[in-house]
C-alpha cells in the first residue's frame, strides 16, 4: 500500500483543527494531551481544582479566590451541542464582527476611548459580516499558514439566535449559578461567545466583572496574576484605547522597557470541556488557546463588588460558614491563606483609576503621566528611605528650626 503524497497529509492536518469542532463526537482527551505554544519566563503555579458541590466553592468565590470547577453541567447544553456546525445554523446575526490578525494577538481595545490623546495602532481589524464568512476567514488562514488568525466574539444577546441555541440557553444550569453566586456580586451582565482559531491569544488584561469562565470545545490555557501585580503588568492609561490591557508582549517581553516584569509570577488553569474557570475581578488573566485545534467558550460577567450595604449579607454568609461547618475551618485554601486576599490591592486600582481620570479631564490623558511625576514624585521621595533614617531627617529638621528660633 503506497503512502499518500505528502500534500495530501499537509491538507489532512490543515483540516483537523476545524472538522474537529464541526464534529458532535465528546473530546476524549485530557489536559496532558495538550500543546500550547507559549513559552513564558516567569513562575506559575497550577490553580486550584474543586467539584462543583464542595462548600468551599461558595467561600472561594466570596472571597475572590480563582479555581477550576468540575461537574457544574453550567453551561451542559452547549458543551453537548454546540460546535461549528450548529453555530452556521443558530448564529443568524447579519452584521457581527469578525476579528482578524496578522498574529496570533489579539489586544482588545474601544475606538470610543480615542479622543486623540495616545499614539497607538490598531492592533487587529474587523469585519463585518454573517458567521460564514469566519468559516471562510479560518480556512483561508488555515491554508495560507501566513501567521494571520481570526477570532470571533459575540454576546449572546445581539447575535440573534436560532431557536436550538435558545432552547440550549435555558437550559443552562442557573440553578447552580444562582447558588454558589456571592452576596455581594451584581447580576449578569452578559454571556459572551468566543469561537478562535487554533493558538489565539487573548493578551494580559484585567476585568472590573466577575467571570465564570465555561470551556465547550477545546482547551485553553489561562495565566492569571493578581491585582498585586499591576504595576507589573504595566495596563496602558486609563482613557487609551486598550485600557485594562497590559502594554507587554508576552511573547517577547522587553525587560528593559518594563523591568517590573521581572518580578512577576502567577497561576496557570488549563480547561477543557465541561470546566468552569472563575476568574476574580480585577485578576489578570492571559487566555491561549490550544495548538492543535479550534476553540469554544462561553463567558457568564456578572457585576462586580456591589456597594457597602451588602456588608451585612456578606456577613450573614460568613455567619452561615460557621454553623455549617462539621470540621477544621475549610479556609483558607492551600493555595491562597489570605482569606480577605488583595481587597487593598483592588482598591488602590479603583483609587489609581480615579485619580488618571481626573487629571486626565482636568488636563488631558497626554499630562496625566507628567503630572503625576511632577507633583508627586519628589515631593514623596523621602518616603522611600528606611524609617531610621525618615526619624533622624525629621529630627535634624526640628534642630535646624530650634536653632533658627534661638538665633
Request: hydrophobic letters at 35%; a negative charge.
Amino acid at each position: 500500500c503506497e503512502a499518500p503524497p505528502a500534500t495530501s497529509v499537509k491538507h489532512e492536518e490543515d483540516e483537523k483543527s476545524k472538522n474537529d469542532l464541526f464534529s458532535s463526537q465528546p473530546d476524549t482527551r485530557t489536559a496532558s494531551d495538550v500543546h500550547f505554544m507559549g513559552k513564558y519566563p516567569f513562575p506559575v503555579k497550577p490553580l486550584e481544582t474543586i467539584q462543583a458541590n464542595n462548600p468551599k466553592l461558595k467561600t472561594m468565590l466570596r472571597d475572590g479566590i480563582p479555581v477550576i470547577i468540575k461537574n457544574s453541567g453550567l453551561a451542559e447544553s452547549a458543551r453537548q451541542n454546540w460546535n461549528l456546525g450548529s453555530a452556521v445554523e443558530n448564529i443568524q446575526g447579519k452584521n457581527l464582527s469578525i476579528m482578524i490578525s496578522r498574529t496570533r494577538q489579539f489586544l482588545y481595545f474601544n475606538e470610543a476611548l480615542d479622543h486623540g490623546e495616545y499614539e497607538w495602532n490598531r492592533p487587529y481589524q474587523t469585519k463585518v459580516g454573517v458567521f460564514p464568512d469566519f468559516i471562510d476567514l479560518v480556512e483561508q488562514f488555515t491554508a495560507a499558514k501566513n501567521g494571520s488568525h481570526t477570532y470571533f466574539h459575540c454576546p449572546l444577546k445581539v447575535m440573534n439566535q436560532g431557536p436550538n441555541m435558545k432552547a440550549d440557553v435555558t437550559r443552562f444550569n442557573w440553578d447552580w449559578a444562582e447558588s454558589v453566586k456571592p452576596a455581594h456580586w451584581g447580576d449578569l451582565e452578559t454571556n459572551l461567545l468566543l469561537i478562535g482559531m487554533s493558538n489565539v491569544v487573548t493578551p494580559a488584561h484585567y476585568d472590573a466583572l466577575h467571570n465564570l469562565f465555561a470551556q465547550l470545545r477545546g482547551f485553553k490555557r489561562i495565566l492569571l496574576f493578581d491585582p498585586s501585580h499591576f504595576k507589573n503588568l504595566y495596563p496602558h492609561p486609563t482613557g487609551h484605547p486598550s485600557d485594562r490591557q497590559t502594554q507587554v508582549d508576552f511573547d517577547q517581553p522587553n525587560f528593559a522597557a518594563f523591568p517590573n516584569l521581572r518580578q512577576l509570577s502567577g497561576y496557570q488553569a488549563v480547561v477543557g470541556p465541561g470546566d468552569v474557570l472563575y476568574i476574580p475581578s480585577y485578576w489578570f488573566h492571559y487566555v491561549e488557546s490550544e495548538a492543535e485545534q479550534m476553540t469554544m467558550s462561553l463567558n457568564f460577567w456578572f457585576g462586580g463588588n456591589e456597594p457597602a450595604e451588602d456588608d451585612e449579607e456578606m456577613a450573614d454568609e460568613k455567619s452561615e460558614d460557621s454553623k455549617n461547618k462539621t470540621g477544621p475551618n475549610p479556609m483558607p485554601s492551600e493555595s491562597f491563606p489570605n482569606t480577605t486576599f488583595h481587597l487593598q490591592d483592588i482598591a488602590d486600582i479603583e483609587l489609581s483609576i480615579q485619580l488618571e481620570n481626573f487629571i486626565s479631564d482636568e488636563r488631558g490623558g497626554r499630562k496625566v503621566g507628567s503630572f503625576i511625576h511632577e507633583y508627586f514624585d519628589k515631593r514623596f521621595a523621602y518616603l522611600k528611605q528606611k524609617p531610621e533614617n525618615v526619624t533622624a531627617t525629621a529630627e535634624a529638621r526640628t534642630k535646624n528650626r530650634d536653632e533658627k528660633e534661638d538665633q
